[in-house]
């Protein structure tokens, strides 16, 4: 079975990826920690530069980069597999690494409707298991015929012994079916993580912007919570985008820590706003009432969590107005791949 050595630079860390496997697949499994989300090739945070050799990419082309970062010699790291030995510039995440990944059952303790797309699944750990996790991270359900759906973890980490979920039920979605029309209370699932490299970096204490779309508010939840808990004062501002107010499944909480703490402040942003739409709202894309709000992003992180659409045009939009790309760190949600094309193609 062919192998192939990849060296990762500046780092110099060196891990071996067999034959058939992703280079993102091999180095999270010789504990080498590469930024990643969807794993699907579609948001982009996997990009790395080859400096010495070739891949090709036997299942998806890469999709989230353009033709300029082809030509500059990026690449998927989800997808590319070596045809040689390689070198590739790509930034290491020192902070995961000595937080194990598990499996573990869970079960049901509670499942809530919060809108009427979008129930809320908290989920009981074995008495002698806990997930250690950073918040922003998600975790993967494991189902049936090896298919997998990832869920952002909703509560912080100090929560020892349960995970709250955010399910969205999507039409045409087997899993998400069956989460809102047949999964009782006391049910037990499989869960592996935690995994995904979305998380709050604390290396320089810059103001925060969080924005996110749908179901996206939940991991940006975790790490607020994880934030108040912990005592962190830096200023957060938060965007959270959905179609309409009904959407905005837990709009009262982030009024709430507005509210009680000066540092964070809050703006709901309705793409189609209507009569019950939130005071003061936006009406508009979220990422343009994060525009209207900070036209220079060049001294902010920005945080942001939801679907493809809304992460691929705010993330250029943003770096067009001043936001370091080094400072900008998202999760990008996908839907499994047994859910329709037509599905994939419809907004959150």
Known sequence: MARHKVTISPSGAEFTVREGESVLDAALRQGVMLPYSCKNGTCGSCKGRIEQGEVHYPFHPPLALERAEIAAGYTLLCQAEPLEDLVVAAREIAALRDIPVRMMPARVLEKTKLAPNVMRLRLKLPKSQRLQFLAGQYVDI????????????????????????HVRHVEGGDFTGWVFEHLKERDILRVEGPLGTFFVRHDEARPMIMMAGGTGFAPLKSMIEDLLEAGDRRSIHLFWGARTAEELYLHDLPGTWAAKHAHIRYRAALSEAGADAPAGCFRGLVHEAVLQAYPDLSGHDVYMSGPPAMIDEARHAFFEHGLPESRLFYDSFEFGLDVPVRILARPH
């Not at 494991?142 to 979920?165: H, M, Q, T, V, Y």
Request: a negative charge; zero cysteines; proline letters at 12%.
């Open 142 to 165: 494991l189902l049936p015929g090896g298919k997998r759906r990832a869920f952002s973890l909703a509560n912080p980490p100090s929560l020892e012994d349960e995970i709250e979920l």
